[in-house]
């Protein structure tokens, strides 16, 4: 692994504001938690990290213009998260994008910096696995991951990690990223009103 303490590559931070939030009922990024919306917590946490912008992936603009980012609707509509990635990339200025799920409010600044320091010239993907399962919506990508998406979401194969076999893949497990999130809460989304009932307890 490499330093924390290392020079990276430039990048850009980008929040998936997406989704239909139907088993939630609600717009999942202005449920309160803490006393922030979930969008303004990942917005908290994915700041500072020495990123040269910061933007918001959104089909609903009007709804986010208060958090005064950049904001860029989907390239491809109706292509679910993996077109929200696919979205980031396009419209990113720097050489990769570290995504975040506008529904992750656990997200750790410190796991972060610690994934933005893997990122070398050797590395496409940086990406947390629990249980050996990727957490792609937490995650950065180079986009040099722009065209395998891209023939991806042509054939409507959405399923996100279908295109890592592709790519150079730096896999964190429970190990690399315990000194930073040793619950490894950051992964937690809530997509329910009990996932969020307990989120508010674990806030409490």
Known sequence: MNS?????????????????????????????????TLIERVVAA???????ETILITNKPDEYRHLELPM??????????LGGIYSALARATNPAALVLACD?????????????????QDTDIVVPRVDGYPQ??????RKTCLAPIRAQLDENR????????KMRVTYLDEADYAPYDPEGLSFTNLNTPAELER??????
């Open 4 to 36: 924390p303490n290392r020079a990276c590559p430039r990048f850009t931070v980008a929040i998936i504001a997406g989704g239909q939030s139907s088993r939630m009922g609600r717009d999942k990024a202005f449920l309160e938690l803490g006393g922030q």
């Open 46 to 52: 994915g700041a500072g990290l020495g990123q040269s």
């Open 72 to 81: 860029y609707t989907d390239v491809i509509p109706g292509k679910g998260s």
């Open 104 to 120: 992750m409010p656990f997200v750790k600044t410190g796991l972060l910096r610690f994934m933005i320091a893997q990122l070398d």
């Open 136 to 141: 792609a919506m937490h995650a950065i990508y």
């Open 158 to 165: 959405l399923k996100i990690i279908r295109f890592y076999d």
């Open 199 to 204: 989120a508010r307890r674990l806030i409490e």
